[in-house]
């Protein structure tokens, strides 16, 4: 084989390479705003389950009359 040849083999395999790397980053690209998105959608809805435990742990402190013990206790 010739130096040339050589040469234009070297080329084809770093080619090869570049471009399975280059789908490989899309993909991992694509996996990453995948995740990110989940992410958000939780943390939306922590937020939410969050804001209802603060308001239903304020209810239960108020002190109802019925929540009371009756007065012979």
Sequence with gaps: MSEIEDLEQRLVTLESHIAHQDGTIEDLHAMVNAQW???EAL???LDQ???RLLRLEGEME???PDDRPPPHY
């Design 49 to 51: 389950l969050r804001g």
């Design 37 to 39: 998105t989940g992410i």
């Design 43 to 45: 943390r939306r809805e």
């Design 62 to 64: 108020t002190d109802h």
